[in-house]
């Protein structure tokens, strides 16, 4: 295995890490405990290691032979096992004549065991990535005995996604004709998505079909190929939705053979994998939290015109708001419903913490006026959760009533 290692290692330090372009998550240069850096696949872990890897070199605090950049995916790398990580490090110091003082170590869970390994291992900086439900960052935790910190990376922020095309905004751009282009790039973003390269690619259909196949192939891995592509399409074509798992397992069992705890790993699976996330109702009661359907929302909207689904720009714009709340970190995030009413009103997120209501949102596709029936959902979850913070994020009107911020969204995504 240490010819292979002296291989991949060789490119590395002939090569360096190649350009990259800025994220606004930052990872420490020089973190006292290790950094696991989680995500779904293509949200760009392995270019914030570039990016990283460039600001320890900028910075002096090391040279290019006293980092050492490994990608477990490599074909070439196939089968390591946690015991062969001292000939990685061995073929490092036969090439480069020292110790790493760096480690990044990528995709590291298709090595097992690599905790009890770095554990005993740590006088380098190390810093993991995954994308697999290997890789959580509970899993993480318990490898690394608690002495790690995670850093979640998700698709481009709309700020990000700006700066990916070039785009600079004047100081006063929401009153010239700069605002018009944001709309344009906005509609981009919810219609093609947000994944990097995506942003970039002249063809962004074919890459997510490709980001699509990899879902299906590995991370849902658990079920043959068919029943993996039906569950994500399910899965797709209901965002920014109620989903019940009964109703999933239904449709999965009139064309598959196919269990209830399969159905069930495979809700997991999609979680944890950060392909699909599942928001709960708000409610102090756990029974009544676990009963009721939850909210859907995927990690990219790209995949919802690839896929045939139909697309709601309503819908694009609430999934956009979950995932920016999930980057800001603002808090838990549920969705509230009028308890006791079938068809009760409901408001689209609560942000909260320890199930203190800290502030209600609520989305809508308004250019001029919000419907009333937005509004009055908003007060009436302000009256029950004596929430301080109330807001509706349109598409572009602006303004206040009773207590209410109403706000564009290109202005709220820029905030």
Do not use: H
């Amino acid at each position: 295995m240490k010819e292979q290692f002296k291989r991949v290692i060789a490119e590395w330090l002939s090569g360096g890490p190649p350009e990259a372009l800025d994220r606004e998550v930052e990872l420490p240069p020089a973190p006292n405990e290790v950094v696991a850096v989680t995500g779904a696949r293509r949200a760009g872990k392995t270019y914030l290691f570039f990016s990283t890897i460039r600001k320890i070199l900028d910075r002096g605090l090391a040279s290019q032979d006293e980092i050492l950049y490994v990608d477990f995916e490599d074909s070439r790398l196939r089968g390591v096992r946690a015991q062969d990580l001292d000939e990685m490090v061995e073929a490092f110091v036969e090439l480069a004549g020292k110790r790493p003082r760096y480690l990044f170590l990528d995709e590291v869970q298709r090595v097992g065991g690599y905790g009890g390994w770095l554990r005993r291992r740590l006088n380098a900086y190390v810093y993991l990535s995954g994308s697999t439900s290997e890789l959580t960052p509970r899993r993480v935790a318990d490898e690394m005995r608690g002495r790690s910190v995670g850093y979640e990376v998700y698709p481009l922020s709309f700020r990000e996604f700006l700066r990916f095309k070039g785009v600079k905004l004047g100081r006063y751009f929401g009153y010239t004709e700069e605002r018009g282009k944001v709309l344009s790039l906005l509609r981009e973003y919810l219609q093609y998505g947000a994944y990097p390269a995506a942003a970039l690619s002249g063809d962004r259909e074919r890459l997510l079909r490709s980001y699509f196949d990899s879902v299906v192939v590995r991370d849902l891995s658990i079920v043959k190929p068919e029943v993996a592509e039906y569950f994500a399409d399910s899965l797709i074509c209901g965002y920014s939705s109620l989903i019940s798992m009964n109703k999933v397992y239904g449709d999965l069992r009139s064309s598959f053979r196919v269990g209830k705890e399969t159905v069930s790993s495979l809700f997991d699976r999609a979680e944890e994998t950060y392909f699909a996330f599942f928001v709960e109702i708000f409610d102090k009661s756990l029974r009544r939290r676990r009963i009721n359907p939850k909210k859907l929302y995927i990690i990219d909207t790209g995949y919802v015109r690839v896929r045939g689904c139909e697309y709601s720009i309503s819908k694009a714009m609430e999934n956009a708001v979950y995932l920016e709340l999930k980057r800001r970190d603002m808090g838990d995030i549920y969705y509230w419903k009028e308890y006791g009413k079938k068809d009760g009103r409901e408001v689209d997120f609560v942000v909260a913490r320890n199930f203190s209501p800290l502030e209600l949102i609520q989305v809508t596709y308004a250019e001029d006026k919000v419907e009333r029936r937005e509004v009055e959902a908003l007060k009436k979850a302000k009256e029950e959760l004596k929430a301080k913070k109330c807001t509706v994020i349109t598409w572009d009107y602006e303004g206040e009533e009773d207590g209410i911020k109403f706000i564009p969204l290109w202005r709220w995504l820029l905030e």
